[in-house]
């Protein structure tokens, strides 16, 4: 069983950043593949980024490919979002979750966090 708490999100004006942090219990975090999640007002949740339990691979959406950054701290068992050249569309509630298999897909997810608004104005 994992618990996931995330932080970090806030208000920010476009073209700033913010780190998001993902904090998790269980003593098998490192054996997790961690993912971000978003989910807009009156949107579906998509993802985001993923990141395999080493922390050797990452893969992210288009609309965020060379803005953000996922990595993971598996001694302190701690994901991270770093956030950078924010968009008024990047706007949205932020979700980490773990998974047993590094993917995609939403429903792959085993465990979820509570998650975190994120505003980004222009």
């Known amino acids: 069983q994992v618990q996931l708490v995330e932080s970090g999100g806030g208000l920010v004006q476009a073209g700033g950043s913010l780190r998001l942090s993902c904090r998790a219990s269980?003593?098998?975090?490192?054996?997790?593949?961690m993912g971000w999640f978003r989910q807009a007002q009156g949107k579906e949740r998509e993802f985001v980024a993923a990141?395999?339990?080493?922390?050797?691979?990452?893969y992210y959406a288009d609309s965020v490919k060379g803005r953000f950054t996922i990595s993971r701290d598996n001694p302190k068992s701690t994901a991270y979002l770093q956030m950078n050249s924010l968009k008024p569309e990047d706007t949205a509630v932020y979700y980490c979750a773990a998974a047993t298999l590094f993917q995609v897909l939403p429903r792959g997810y085993d465990y979820w966090g509570q998650g975190t608004q994120v505003t980004v104005s222009s």
């Open positions: 990141i395999t339990s080493s922390g050797q691979s990452t």
């Open positions: 269980g003593r098998t975090f490192r054996s997790y593949a």
